[in-house]
């Protein structure tokens, strides 16, 4: 026990150093789950246990606690009972039905014979279904609880999502943003490159250009601009800075753009499982797949950002955060958390509920590394 | 036409802007931001318009181009702002003494994005017409107006409702001719 221990922590170790963190919804990374009291009752007689719950689900159907089971054993060796789930507090509107000592002949107003049922108490039980695993250990210390378990989200929370191939790939798109950051001229050393996923290209990459001028400059939001770009589009003036489509070292680098089809360019195995391909499960506490092949206009042509990944050295500002919501981005990856950040640090951007697109992002990569570029704002 | 709120400034805005803002050259700047809002529905935009008013002299408009740009992030006040920009280049003033003492109007309360941008460059008071939302970043969706964002700067004012139903108006218009089974009909202000 304590060599496997030690062994796993050596492994532990150089696995931190490839850490790639996912940042999730607080409603999904929580493990306090919310509780709401319902009315239980011990069946003495365990003849009437179908004949009961045949009635309660017709005078109390769980609306709001369909993830609950309604019946449950309690107790260990010859001591085990049956305790049925009678009703939520919420059924009953009168407080004079809510008396315990009363239940009985509360059940007996509604259709429910209580024959065989013994004494009724309250119990604390999940408002909602467990979203994971550590959630679902959580709930059914309360009242069995019925879970669906996201194998995705599983290995998303505890760092299996990437395999080790992908691992590479991702950091190696974080090193070439680590270089172009070293190129930033102005305030902030930051550095941004956007990847088609599908085919592993850089897209466009860019340093940060802001400058008292250029305020809006960032790294994230002139590659958003270079996208554009090389969408046949593009609206920045780069001072002294021009977009160079020759060398991908330059300090701000954009793809000279193709009329493709997306099929005939990237040629892709139908089994070939490419890191985040759907939507992560629960984003919005319910299962949304969404095609995420490149959405591409009527000349073949990829539509904004859709599709693409973004992989910059520090966590984007609220206004980069929502330029790349607006663009239909696919993923960030990001290498170091700031204090204003806007997707994980001060706010979510990237599952807003409230927002019409979602987006996954991942922290940590090359963290150290990202940290050590000097930056002092946004 | 409906104008709330126009004589309740808060009190410590430079007195420049104060001064600039009685109801009736509120309303006029109102007006005429809806009119860039109508022109950019003519170019086939989301219907957005505003204007950047400096010490009573505008130094920027601007209408929505995120289809001519392919770039979803030219809204309205994201064009605006880059003429102000280019005006305190040309006259050699700098920008952040121009953009404290610069009242933005715009007809849609401005989304997320365009809320960071504002602060990052420190506009003290937005006068806008209707809510947005869908991406409101000045208390429809999130309060980036107002939340103590770290090294975000002081945190602005907004004055709501001027036109708002004319903007409103607008925007339905255009949702109304936009075609449901396009590819993207969520292209946003
Ligand atoms: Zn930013
Ligand atoms: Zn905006």
């Known amino acids: 026990m304590t060599c496997a221990k030690k062994l796993k922590t050596a492994v532990d170790c150089e696995e931190e150093r490839h850490w790639i963190l996912p940042v999730l919804a607080q409603h999904i990374t929580t493990n ?6 319902v009315y239980a ?3 003495e007689d365990k003849k009437v246990t179908s004949r009961l719950l045949k009635e309660l689900c017709i005078a109390y159907p769980l609306k709001l606690h369909q993830h609950l089971k309604r019946i449950r054993n309690s107790g260990t060796g010859k001591n085990v009972r049956l305790e049925v789930l009678l009703c939520c507090e919420r059924d009953l509107p009168c407080p004079e039905e809510r008396i315990r000592s009363q239940m009985h002949a509360t059940l007996e107003a ?8 013994g004494n009724v108490y309250l119990a604390k039980v999940p408002r909602s279904s467990p979203l994971t695993r550590a959630q679902y250990r959580e709930a059914i210390a309360y009242w069995p609880t019925q879970f669906h378990e996201d194998k995705q989200l599983e290995l998303l929370l505890d760092g299996r999502y990437f395999g080790s191939a992908d691992r590479t790939k991702i950091e190696n798109h ?5 270089s172009r950051a070293r190129n930033s001229t102005g305030e902030a050393r930051v550095g941004a490159v956007f990847v088609d996923p599908l085919s592993d290209t850089v897209v466009c990459s860019s340093c940060d250009l802001r400058d008292a001028e250029h305020p809006f400059h960032h790294a994230p939001n002139v590659c958003v601009d270079l996208v554009a770009r090389s969408q046949g589009g593009g609206a920045y003036e780069y001072n002294g800075v021009s977009a160079n489509p020759d060398s991908s070292d330059s300090p701000c680098f954009v793809r000279e753009l193709r009329r493709c089809s997306p099929e005939a360019e990237v040629p892709r195995a139908p089994d070939e499982r490419t890191p985040g391909t759907r939507e992560l499960e629960g984003h919005k506490g319910r299962t949304a797949t969404v095609d995420k092949g490149l959405a591409r206009n009527s000349a073949g042509l990829p539509y904004l950002c859709t599709g693409y990944d973004l992989y910059t ?7 980069c955060a929502m330029a790349l919501l607006h663009s239909r981005i696919r993923r960030v990856f990001y290498g170091c958390s700031v204090p204003g950040g806007a997707l994980g640090s001060y706010y979510n951007i990237h599952v807003q509920p409230e927002l019409n697109h979602h987006f996954e992002v991942f922290r940590g990569i090359l963290q150290e590394e990202c940290k050590k ?6 | 036409m409906s104008i ?11 007195c420049s802007i104060e001064n600039q803002t009685p109801p009736r050259y509120t309303t006029r700047y109102s007006v005429r931001s809806s009119n860039t809002a109508k022109d950019a529905l003519e170019q086939g935009e989301v219907p957005v318009g505003c204007m950047f008013v400096y010490r009573g002299k505008v130094l920027g408009t601007g209408g929505n181009e995120v289809n001519k740009t392919k770039n979803a992030t030219r809204h309205a006040e994201m064009i605006g702002m880059d003429q102000v920009l280019k005006w305190c280049r040309v006259q050699g003033l700098d920008q952040a003494c121009v953009f404290r003492e610069t009242v933005l109007y715009v007809t849609v309360e401005p989304c997320i994005m365009c809320a960071g941008a504002l602060r990052l460059i420190h506009i003290p008071l937005i006068v806008y017409g209707c809510r947005n939302e869908r991406f409101g970043g000045c208390g429809s969706v999130l309060h980036v107006d107002s939340d103590s964002i770290p090294s975000y700067g002081a945190s602005l004012k907004c004055i709501r409702g001027l036109l708002a139903d004319d903007a409103v108006e607008l925007l339905r218009q255009f949702y109304k001719g936009q075609n449901p089974n396009a590819p993207n009909p969520k292209l946003k202000s």
């Open chain 1, 32 to 37: 306090t789950i919310e509780l709401d009291t």
């Open chain 1, 174 to 178: 974080m090193r070439t943003a680590i």
């Open chain 1, 41 to 43: 009752g011990a069946i």
């Open chain 1, 373 to 378: 570029l000097q930056w002092d704002t946004v």
């Open chain 2, 4 to 14: 709330t709120n126009v004589d309740v400034l808060p009190k410590f805005l430079p």
């Open chain 1, 110 to 117: 509604n259709n429910v014979s209580t024959e065989g049922l």
């Open chain 1, 313 to 319: 050295t520090r966590e984007p500002c609220v206004m």
